[in-house]
């Protein structure tokens, strides 16, 4: 079964972000919870309204030569975009025996995605490297009231279960996650956001307590509670990392700047 209250997996996409990439990680990842699988793609509503200006023009890649921006061209590549994004997540829901269901919306991507994503939803959110944090993916995982996975670069979520912890509930709550993704705390890797070495201590006794009996998971004193100390040890990495809304390496910057930083897959629960 899913974790308490969390029910179904809402895929979010647009023109930016709607890759197949991550299909497969997506569905196993929904697999492993117990969930529904559901995608989003959101056409862009102020897109289709420059293409419909007399001077709309983009810039073709990699040559870099501005052509006519055309409204019915750009509707059939949207509708191209969600094909595409809808037969890999198709196939994926698929080889995982998931329910499947994909919608299409016209509107602001971002406050699309906040409007659908409900109480018991985990909401997914690709990356698009070009914008950063000023992209869609940011600013809706800073708002959302409800679990945010936003992917790592590559799209996958496959890599080790390391789960951030800072003793806050919201931390709590993604231990808890952590391990029923890991299969159980051994597999588990905990990365102690601690000022000092004895509150880390502290904190690994603490969560250990909060872990079903059996072999204890594996941990890591970050060196420290800051974003910069989460970044060095694991900025590179391949990891899915699950922390809490309230981790204090999230106390100055916030996620949007995390997820500037960091290559791995972050999972945020409130």
Do not use: K
């Not at 990356?127 to 950063?132: A, K, N, T, V």
């Not at 590559?154 to 509930?169: E, I």
């Not at 000092?196 to 004193?221: D, H, I, K, N, V």
């Amino acid at each position: 079964m899913s974790p308490p209250g969390l029910r179904r997996v809402l895929v979010a996409l647009d023109v930016a972000t709607s890759g197949g990439g991550a299909a497969a990680g997506t569905a196993e990842l929904a697999a492993a919870l117990g969930a529904e699988l559901e995608a989003l793609f959101v056409e862009d509503v102020e897109l289709l309204r420059a293409a419909g200006l007399p001077l709309a023009a983009e810039l073709a890649l990699p040559s870099g030569a501005a052509r006519a921006l055309d409204r019915e061209a750009l509707e059939a590549q949207l509708g191209a975009f969600a094909a595409a994004a809808r037969e890999a997540l198709s196939a994926a829901a698929l080889s995982h025996r998931l329910a499947f269901r994909f919608r299409v919306a016209r509107g602001n991507p971002a406050g699309e995605f906040l409007a659908a994503a409900g109480p018991t939803d985990l909401l997914v959110l690709g990356r698009d490297p070009r914008l950063g944090r000023r992209g869609t993916t940011g600013a809706v995982a800073s708002r959302a009231g409800t679990p945010v996975l936003v992917l790592g670069r590559g799209g996958g979520t496959g890599g080790p279960r390391w789960a951030v912890y800072g003793g806050s509930p919201s931390c709590d709550r993604a231990l808890e996650l952590a391990a029923r993704l890991a299969g159980g705390a051994a597999g588990l890797t905990l990365l102690l956001a601690a000022a000092t070495a004895g509150e880390a201590e502290q904190l690994a006794a603490r969560a250990r307590a909060r872990l079903p009996p059996g072999r204890a998971p594996a941990t890591r004193w970050l060196g420290g509670a800051r974003r910069a100390d989460l970044v060095r040890a694991a900025g590179r990495s391949g990891a899915l990392l699950l922390m809490g809304a309230g981790s204090p390496v999230l106390a100055a910057g916030g996620l949007e700047r995390l997820l500037d930083e960091l290559d791995a897959a972050v999972l945020v629960t409130r």
